[in-house]
């Protein structure tokens, strides 16, 4: 069966200080991989996805950045955070057409002070 | 652009009553609408799938409806349960691109 792995769990960082959030997929390959991030009160909103190895596309224009080094790992990073990162962070994953389920992990909780 | 909406965005029922809850979005070209549900500080559970060409999804005491030419979904809970509390989100989506609302947040009274 597939899982879907997100670390860490909760994140406190300061403004300024970089971020690196790690999700990890098993039990599938070349699985398409996104990133969400869900404001307080606010619906999630999708920040980037991934077809494939080294494809990344953004949605939304922002001071965060994404990579794909390997198939079934998807990285969210950022150099400089900002109090308006702070949010929920989220990873999915899906397989096949775009009329697939997307299966969403744990979440990361992170707050910028 | 697409927009979704939720409405309620809070509701609160006693254990045993048969719910509705409700989705709309402006853009009807979507491949499908997917309800989840969402605990406290966790991630989404995917509830139930509806394609563009289908009209309804079931599972359990759950029912969900889909009318893509106006734009509206509707999630039917019946005989509800105070397991059921949780946060509800709506989702529509072409290609990669996924558009979800801000959610219904149900409580269900013991």
């Known amino acids: 069966s597939q899982t879907i792995h997100q670390w860490p769990a909760t994140l406190v960082q300061p403004v300024g200080s970089p971020l690196s959030l790690e999700c990890t997929v098993e039990?599938?390959?070349?699985?398409?991989l996104y990133w969400y991030r869900q404001a307080a009160g606010r619906g999630l909103q999708l920040l980037f996805y991934s077809v494939g190895i080294g494809q990344i596309s953004s949605e939304v224009p922002q001071n965060l950045s994404a990579s794909r080094p390997q198939d079934r790992q998807f990285i969210l990073s950022s150099k400089k955070l900002l109090l308006s990162d702070s949010g929920f962070y989220l990873c999915?994953?899906?397989?096949?057409?775009?009329?697939?389920?997307?299966?969403f992990g744990p979440g990361t909780r992170l707050t910028v002070l | 652009k697409q927009e979704v909406t939720q409405i309620p965005a809070a509701l609160s029922v006693p254990e045993g009553e048969n719910l509705v809850l409700n989705c709309s979005f402006t853009d009807s070209a979507i491949y499908n609408l997917q309800w989840f549900r969402q605990d406290p500080g966790k991630g989404l559970t995917s509830l139930l799938l509806?394609?563009?060409?289908?009209r309804e999804q079931t599972s359990g005491r759950l029912n969900a409806s889909l009318d893509k030419s106006s734009g509206r979904s509707t999630l039917y809970i019946a005989a509800s349960q105070p397991g059921d509390s949780a946060t509800y989100l709506c989702?529509?989506?072409?290609?990669?691109?996924?558009?979800f609302g801000a959610g219904t947040r149900l409580t269900v009274k013991p």
């Open positions: 999915a994953w899906s397989v096949g057409s775009s009329t697939d389920t997307q299966y």
């Open positions: 509806i394609q563009s060409s289908q």
């Open positions: 989702a529509v989506r072409r290609n990669n691109d996924m558009r």
């Open positions: 039990g599938t390959s070349n699985p398409n």
